[in-house]
Nanobody, 124 residues
Framework: QVQVVESGGGLVQAAGSLRRSCAPS????????MGWFRQAPGKGRVFVSS????????IYADSAKGRFTISRDNGRNTVYLQMNSLKPEDTAVYYC?????????????????WGQGTQVTVSS
């Protein structure tokens, strides 16, 4: 069974930092690209960042550029999302996803395995 397991997140004050982790398991050879998405209360799920396993091809949403960093540790089979300078508007449920594409993608349809999501709350 293919799945992704998330960790990290929680409550932080504005301007603070958090790190999310995501580790795929199962048939990981089909998970060429990993992505992070988020869903704020009353809004749809939106793209945050994506990275390719084999080559560090990364992309970011405009809201994440300069503040968030996505990285991967191939030895640990783990992807990280380092979130700095957090703002109250970053409050959302954050989801990790895995997909078979050969390049990073901002489209949720390109991901076929999703984590359970974890709440990140930024207080002002």
């Amino acid at each position: 069974q293919v799945q992704v397991v998330e960790s990290g997140g929680g409550l932080v004050q504005a301007a603070g930092s958090l790190r999310r982790s995501c580790a795929p398991s199962g048939r990981t050879f089909s998970m060429n690209v990993m992505g992070w998405f988020r869903q704020a209360p009353g809004k749809g799920r939106v793209f945050v960042s994506s990275i390719r396993w084999s080559v560090a091809n990364t992309i970011y949403a405009d809201s994440a550029k300069g503040r968030f960093t996505i990285s991967r540790d191939n030895g640990r089979n783990t992807v990280y999302l380092q979130m700095n300078s957090l703002k109250p508007e970053d409050t959302a449920v954050y989801y990790c996803a895995a997909g078979p594409l050969g390049s990073a993608s901002s489209y949720s349809r390109d991901y076929d395995t999703w984590g359970q999501g974890t709440q990140v709350t930024v207080s002002s």
